[in-house]
C-alpha cells in the first residue's frame, strides 16, 4: 500500500533555475514530512522538514511547501546547481519515530550547466 | 565510527544460500532500522530496533528474513534461502533517539541473487 507517491520518476533542469519536486500522499494521518536526498553509493542524508501545522519550511536554497487539504506537498530548490543533481525522496513518519518512515519512489533531479 | 557503516558493500550469491548482512551504527545511537530498496522503488522499511524493547518486525517481508542487534550495537540482518526477489540495496541507518530526530543512513549493501 503506497501511501507515499512521487509520480516524476525524473527532471532535468537549467543550472540557476528552479527545481519543483512533487509528493503525494494518501494517508491524512501523517504529520510531518521529509525530503532525503540520495547520491549514487551512498546512503540517503536528510535534506529538509515540515510539519503538518505549518504550510512551508525554508532552509537555504530548500524551501518545502505542504497543502494539506489536497495531500501534496512541494520541494522547491532556487537556485538549482550541479551538486543537486540527485535521487529526492519525500517521506512521511508512520510512528513518532523518524526512523520509521514510508518513501516516495524518488525523483531523479539532474541540473544541466 | 563517524558514520553508519554497513558490510559488505556488495554481495552475490546463488539463489538459496543463506547470506549475513552487517550494520555498525554511529556510537550511541540508541535507534537502528533496516530498509531495501529494489530496483527502481522507494524505500522500503523492514525492521526497527529501540534500546531493550522488543523490535518491531513489522516490515519483514518473510519468515526467511531476520535480524539481531547485539550489544545494542551492532545490527546483522540475515536472509535465508535467498530468492532472485531479495535482489535489492539493504540500508541501515541509525538514529539517537526515539521521536522526532532524523535518521543517518548507512551507504548500503547491494545484495545480487543469481
Known amino acids: 500500500d503506497q501511501q507515499v507517491k512521487q509520480n516524476s520518476p525524473s527532471l532535468s533542469v537549467q543550472e540557476g533555475r528552479i527545481s519543483i519536486l512533487n509528493c503525494d500522499y494518501t494517508?491524512?494521518?501523517?504529520?510531518?514530512f521529509l525530503w532525503y536526498k540520495k547520491y549514487p553509493a551512498e546512503g540517503p542524508t536528510f535534506l529538509i522538514s515540515?510539519?503538518?501545522?505549518?504550510d512551508k519550511n525554508e532552509d537555504g536554497r530548500f524551501t518545502v511547501f505542504l497543502n494539506k487539504s489536497a495531500k501534496h506537498l512541494s520541494l522547491h530548490i532556487v537556485p538549482s546547481q550541479p551538486g543537486d543533481s540527485a535521487v529526492y525522496f519525500c517521506?512521511?513518519?508512520?510512528?513518532?519515530?523518524?526512523?520509521?518512515?514510508?518513501f516516495g519512489a524518488g525523483t531523479q533531479v539532474v541540473v544541466t550547466p | 565510527g563517524a558514520g553508519v557503516s554497513q558490510s559488505p558493500s556488495n554481495k552475490v550469491t546463488e539463489k538459496g544460500k543463506d547470506v549475513e548482512l552487517r550494520c555498525d551504527p554511529i556510537?550511541?545511537?540508541?535507534?537502528l532500522y533496516w530498509y531495501r530498496q529494489s530496483l527502481g522503488q522507494g524505500l522500503e522499511f523492514l525492521i526497527y530496533?529501540?534500546?531493550?524493547?522488543?523490535?518491531?518486525k513489522s516490515g519483514l517481508p518473510s519468515d526467511r528474513f531476520s535480524a539481531e542487534r547485539t550489544g545494542g550495537s551492532v545490527s546483522t540482518l540475515t536472509i535465508q534461502r535467498t530468492q532472485q526477489e531479495d535482489s535489492a540495496v539493504y540500508l541501515c541507518?541509525?538514529?539517537?533517539?526515539?521521536?522526532?530526530?532524523?535518521?543517518?543512513f548507512g551507504q548500503g549493501t547491494r545484495l545480487t541473487v543469481v
Open positions: 517521506a512521511a513518519p508512520t510512528t513518532d519515530s523518524w526512523g520509521k518512515l514510508q
Open positions: 541507518a541509525s538514529s539517537s533517539q526515539q521521536g522526532r530526530t532524523e535518521a543517518f
Open positions: 556510537s550511541g545511537h540508541t535507534a
Open positions: 515540515i510539519s503538518s501545522i505549518k
Open positions: 494517508n491524512s494521518m501523517f504529520d510531518y
Open positions: 530496533f529501540q534500546g531493550n524493547s522488543a523490535p518491531d
